[in-house]
């Protein structure tokens, strides 16, 4: 019932959820643990890309030895078949970017994802503007997750996090859902 069987056809991921919902988090966690076991993975904040080119040209001025989205792409296809895994690119808050930009390259950027078997693309974007970026037509390529954090366990993740890192925990609860 999960995103997991959509994702084995499909392999855009659309992740969305409110302000301080932990969307950046769980990208970096999941960028993490696939490059400590050695699976290729490319993150990207949205918010470092040029408002004027496409994203994935955009991504190419980032990365020096990367001088198109043919050549990031295939890099990543071998990469990728090189390990027998899908290479993952991480597109992390594109409603940071130029929202009017994404609207008009999204479904680009994911038909050109599709074409190669070994790549993935997962991007995350804040509610509501996904409004505002996704159209209907691009609905159709993406399996959409809605992350809504530590919802309904706050006051439980609160005290792991202070456990974890060793810190007291306050006396009052904190009630902001981001903290």
Known sequence: ??????????????????????????LCDLAEIRMDSELPTLLVLAETLPDDDPPLEGICQLIESVSSPEQLLSGLQSLGEEVGERALLLIDGINEADRELWRNELVSVVE????????????????????QIVTSKAENH??????????????DAQIEFFDYYDVPAPHVPLLTPEF
């Not at 050109?112 to 409004?131: I, M, Q, W």
């Open 1 to 26: 019932e999960g995103p997991g069987l959509p994702l084995l056809r499909n392999k855009v991921l659309f992740l969305k959820g409110e302000w301080g919902t932990g969307k950046t988090h769980f």
């Open 112 to 131: 050109k994802v599709e074409d190669y078997s070994h790549v993935g693309l997962a991007l995350s974007c804040r509610t509501p503007f996904d409004e």
């Open 142 to 155: 993406l399996v959409q997750v809605e992350h809504r954090g530590f919802e309904e366990n706050e006051f």
